[in-house]
């Protein structure tokens, strides 16, 4: 159980989980650079112990891997699970100690406790003091990535009620003037945002307090999405096996655990210009105005260590933060939703995008066809949900004989492409909620879902080669299948939807011209088929982010009936749009530079990278 940062990152270190790098680098670029390496090799956290710029440390990579995560929280990870497992009523754990006694005696050690005194060790600096490390080109300047960014119900006051939630936070950049402004990006609904809502109805600034390090525990706490009654701060001294200690300064809440703090208010109906910013679907996250803090103080500690992460096109940090959180969550999704069995989040789509979900389908016992019918009443239940709610795409079926994995991508995809009926199967919702980072749709949180629910007997045989039909169109290059029963198609770039209409069009009579393709339900149409077909992540990443369904799905010999739309084959237009983000992309020369920290004799150069 860790006191601070520094604790975690000398047991890592002791047990071979951290390697420390020796050489000057810089923040910008060069940092996020050499995260990436050794992330995607599977390599250790870093520790920088000489950033340039600054003369604090800086750590990355701590949550890189489930396994060293596991090894981290090793010492409370069962006592955690017990209670989250109380899920009905977690804080029954405190109500009936002695008949949930494992659980009430954690839940009831973990609930956080104030101090009388403010925290000796902290001492004030100045935002242009700290690690101001930027990722991506494009980025808008400078930006806190595991941040636990505090704020308290301005109605109902005091630390049981307040709201801990990881925001990303710009430091520099645009119009922010340094030491006196930051930025914060949240969307209205979140607990923050909730807050904010309560003091602009007042006429009040609202209070925030940002906390950096401290305990791993904290920064886990600050992306758990928790059961209703169990607050971030008890699951944080769950989590580290401590209680969340804490002291107020000039009114505003601090941690004292923490390595840095930065407070402020946000005032109502004060924005400023936040971003770009690379983002987690792998795109940059465009400037729109986001409230703005006006800085009050900062603080570290003596000896104080700046953790951070890298967001991008997936898989990245954040993958394992998504494991943990699914191995604490268990069963929830079931509980909540009745005959759901699994949801999966696609990651290598940037997880909102795309769901793959099994349910269950009781209701065809008594039809004389097996068909989606309990499942369509599931699918509006699962997009009603939370986070989820953000999905564009939901594909989802039902066991019979053999049990399924949504892990499985391709098995999943192909399972349920070979019992689709593109007559019925097809389900759209229009001019709804997507993803604020999404920028596929037609504005900010505005685009389109569409439901693929197959169940029943197989109904084909799906190709695993091209199609002869598909080698023969004109103005359509290097036909290629990305998996059996998915095509994809190179086409000419995208100009605009009048044009892209024309185009489907067009094709569509091309294809049936030719004869019935029941073998190849899907078709992909793209700006590099070798790319898209190359992988499985590629073809995940590329068509879902890049499609918005109500604009960008055609059919062959496509109808509607009833106001249902069908079709004989399904034509995704998974081109890049000119109103999408610009993907992110790393810097050539910023990449050579570092290859000097992984030769023999550098602090990387023992690493097998």
């Known amino acids: 159980m860790y006191s601070s940062l520094e604790q975690c990152i000398i047991d890592l270190e002791e047990n071979g989980h951290l390697v420390r790098i020796k050489e000057e680098v810089d923040p910008y670029l060069e940092m996020a650079a050499i995260h990436m390496k050794v992330f995607e090799a599977g390599g250790p956290a870093l520790l920088f112990e000489k950033v340039k710029g600054t003369k604090f440390r800086a750590v990355s990579n701590l949550f890189g891997t489930t396994e060293r995560s596991m090894f981290i929280f090793r010492q409370t990870w069962d006592a955690v699970q017990k209670v989250m497992a109380v899920r009905s009523d977690p804080m029954s754990a405190l109500k009936r100690p002695f008949s949930n006694i494992g659980t009430g005696l954690a839940a009831w050690n973990a609930l ?330 037609t504005g900010i949180n505005s685009g389109s879902k569409v439901v693929f629910a197959a169940y029943g007997d197989k109904k084909r045989e799906l190709s695993s080669e091209t199609p002869e039909s598909l080698k023969l169109l004109r103005g359509y290059d290097n036909p290629r299948m990305i998996m059996p029963g998915i095509a994809v198609l190179q086409a000419a770039a995208f100009t605009d939807y009048d044009g892209a209409k024309q185009e489907m069009a067009s094709l569509g009579e091309a294809i049936a011209e030719r004869g019935a393709l029941d073998s190849c339900p899907i078709i992909i149409i793209a700006d590099d088929s070798t790319f898209m077909s190359e992988t499985m992540s590629n073809f995940l990443w590329a068509t879902f982010t890049r499609s918005n369904p109500s604009h960008d799905i055609y059919g062959v010999n496509s109808f509607y009936e009833h106001k249902h739309w069908s079709c004989d084959n399904v034509i995704i237009d998974a081109r890049v749009k000119p109103h999408q983000a610009p993907p992110l992309i790393p810097d050539p020369k910023v990449e050579q530079s570092i290859e000097r920290l992984f030769v023999k004799g550098a602090s990387l150069g023992h690493l097998k990278i």
Request: with cysteine; net charge negative; glycine share 10%.
């Open 112 to 441: 956080p406790v104030k101090k009388s005194r403010s925290p000796l060790a902290l001492h004030e600096i100045n935002i242009s003091d700290l690690p101001l490390i930027q990722s991506w080109p494009m980025d808008g300047g400078a930006f806190v990535t595991l941040p636990q960014v505090y704020s308290e119900d301005p109605d109902n006051p005091g630390i049981m009620n307040s709201n801990l939630g990881m925001y990303r936070i710009q430091l520099s950049g645009n119009d922010y003037e340094m030491n006196k402004e930051v930025g914060l990006h949240y969307q209205i609904h979140r607990g923050i945002g909730i807050h904010q809502e309560k003091a602009t109805r007042k006429g009040q600034p609202l209070k925030v307090s940002i906390f950096i390090g401290g305990p791993p525990a904290h920064t886990l706490s600050a992306v758990m999405p928790l059961p209703e009654g169990l607050s971030e701060m008890t699951f944080a001294g769950l989590l580290a096996g401590r209680r969340f200690r804490h002291s107020y300064v000039d009114g505003y809440c601090i941690s004292n655990d923490a390595d840095f703090v930065i407070t402020g208010e946000i005032h109502p109906g004060e924005t400023k210009p936040e971003g770009p910013f690379g983002d987690h679907l792998g795109y940059y996250s465009l400037t729109h105005p986001f409230p703005v803090m006006k800085v009050h103080k900062a603080y570290a500690k003596p000896g104080a260590i700046w953790p951070f992460t890298v967001v991008g096109r997936p898989p990245q940090e954040d993958t394992a933060f998504g494991n943990l959180i699914h191995d604490l969550t268990g069963d929830a999704i079931k509980q909540e939703i009745p005959g759901v069995k699994e949801v999966h989040a696609i990651d290598a789509a940037g997880v909102h995008p795309l769901l793959f979900a099994i349910g269950s389908e009781r209701y065809t016992p008594f039809q004389q066809v097996k068909q989606p019918a309990e499942l369509l009443t599931i699918a509006n239940r699962i997009l009603g949900t939370g986070q989820l709610s953000l999905a564009k795409y939901l594909f989802i079926t039902a066991e019979e004989k053999l049990p399924l994995d949504t892990h499985r991508e391709a098995d999943f995809l192909a399972y349920i492409l070979e019992r689709l009926d593109l007559k019925r199967d097809l389900h759209f919702y229009t001019n709804t909620t997507i993803d604020t980072l999404d920028y596929s749709g």
